[in-house]
């Protein structure tokens, strides 16, 4: 594996890709950028953002578990069920 780069980093490039539909190939610092100035596609969940720049932190040892990212993953998607419930209920 390259030196710097950890299972929760190339957790954090796939699941960004998921959500923004982007390619692997694009630069890191692009990517990031686009992430902290809010300028991803529409879909991007801007909650998922903080969790990508965790895995991408450029201190290996600062970087989440993929213990971790599950359970933050799991959380954000728990929250954004109740969201979406929530918001139909009030539709109706």
């Not at 998922?48 to 970087?63: G, I, T």
Request: with cysteine.
């Amino acid at each position: 594996m390259e030196k710097g780069v950890t299972p929760s980093r190339k957790v954090g490039l796939f699941a960004y890709e998921s959500e923004a539909l982007q390619s692997a190939s694009d630069d890191i610092d692009d990517i990031i950028e686009k992430i902290i100035d809010c300028k991803g596609k529409d879909e991007m969940v801007l909650d998922y953002a903080d969790l990508f720049k965790k895995c991408w932190s450029s201190e290996p040892d600062q970087r989440p578990t993929l213990t971790e990212i599950l359970s933050e993953l799991g959380r954000l998607s728990k929250e954004k069920t109740v969201e979406f419930i929530t918001n139909v209920i009030h539709w109706v």
